[in-house]
Structure formats: structure tokens, C-alpha cells
């Protein structure tokens, strides 16, 4: 099919939106925008318009292009995979509904990649860096086997709460875009791992390993780059509490601080032969 069919006649009678959509081919590739233009329909988010295109890649300008490529899943705001930038702000693509993005007339949609991770192809990144930030505080739980440890310990109606809306991240990445702090080639780990280690460190089970878990925000990267410029907890798509999760560890971090500096204290008097 030639560019000249490739495209269907466009109706003046049917509303449409277009999409400026970034590309690249590859990590190390060049990038680029294509144009779109996707029929209206009332109740369409983001990716239901990128699937519209997918069907049809033809660009405005008459040219068949590869499909675009984007990560999805749940289509629902549970995966997080779909984040992505719309007209410039950290968004999922699966609850931006058109309705809400656009106003009268035939506006232009611009979609693009995070920038604070690499790029795959076109809006797909990668997000090594938050499942490596999440191995560093050890977020998980450690338990002896998968035998029937018997119930667990109690807990109090407010942990519980509070435990539930952490435990609700979907590892987007949109406070990592979002946080100036954050660069594509730093190391800091950002406000879902720190979160997600308070999490972790409030289960009557996980607070076994709870200092570990603050050590881990401890060093290089660590909490103490954080700048309290509060852009995550703006954007976060579960409204999770994590300028209270960044205040609440900061202040496990510093009263480890503060024992390990006795500690060593007395470990040197003892040492000495002075009183202990």
C-alpha cells in the first residue's frame, strides 16, 4: 500500500484529535516526532488513542511508520508501567482521559518519554534503577521457608493504614521524573524506595531487619540528597504520603547516625582498658 491509500479521507465533519508523539528507534538513536491524528471519541484516554494509532500508523503527513511502542498492562493504574510524559507533565497514560487534556477545537497532544531513565524505543524506558534502589533497601520480608509460620503478630488499626496506602505504589517512576534531584545518570534513589523501606520497617515481621533497611538510605545517593522540593508527592497516580515517608526515614537515619557515633565511642574506651 502506497502513502497516497495508506490513509483514510478525513471527514471535516468528525472531530479529531493529534498527537505529537516523540520516537527513537533505539537507546543510542536519534530522536524524532510524528504527528497523528486520531478520531474523537468521548471517554478515550491516552493509550486507547496509541492503540487507534497502532491499528494505523500512517502520520499526518501521509507516511506509514513502524507502531509506536509504550509499556502496558493492566490498562487500570495498578501496573504503573504506562507513565509517561503528556504536554510535559508525568501522567499514566491510562487514566488521562482525553476529555480532561484537551479543550475546544483540534488541539495537539504531546507525548514523550521519562527522562530521568533510558529510553528503549520511542515512550518504553527503562527502570532498572527503581528495582535496583528496592534491592538496596531490601524491601521485602524475610521469612524461614514457605511452611505455616502460624499468624502473625498483631497490628494496630493505625499501622494498618498507614501500612495499606504505602503498600499501593506501583513503581511508576513518576516521582523519580518528577523530582529534581533525580538525573539519568545519578544515583539517588528516590521517594518510592524510601517509602517503600518505612513500609517495610513499620511490619511487625520486617522490623527484624529494619536497620538494615536504614542503611540502605544511608551513604552515597541515600536520603540526604534529597532537596524537600516536594514535586513527588504532587504527581504520585496513588497520592501516597511520601514527603511523611522521606520525614519519618530521615529521622531513622539520623538517630542511626547518632548510635553509631557513641557506639564507636565506647567501643574505643573499651578498648583502651577505660571505663566502660
Partial sequence: MDNATAQAPVSTNTKHVTFRI???DGPDKAGRYDEFRVPYGKGANVVSCLMEIQRNPVTTDGRRVPPVIWDAACLEEVCGS???????????ACSALIDRIIGDGEPIITLEPMKKFPVTRD???DRSRMFDALKRVKAWINIDGTHNLGPGPRQSPGDQTVMYKLSTCITCGSCLEACPQVTIDNDFIGAASISQA???????????NAEERVRGLMGPGGIQDCGKAQNCVKVCPKEIPLTTSIAVMNREVTKQVIKDIFFDQEDEKKSAGGPA
Avoid: Y
Fill in 22 to 24: 516523540w520516537r527513537q
Fill in 82 to 92: 504506562c507513565a509517561m510524559n503528556i504536554n510535559g507533565r508525568v501522567r499514566m
Fill in 123 to 125: 515512550l518504553a524506558v
Fill in 198 to 208: 518505612r513500609l517495610f520497617n513499620m511490619n511487625p515481621t520486617g522490623k527484624m
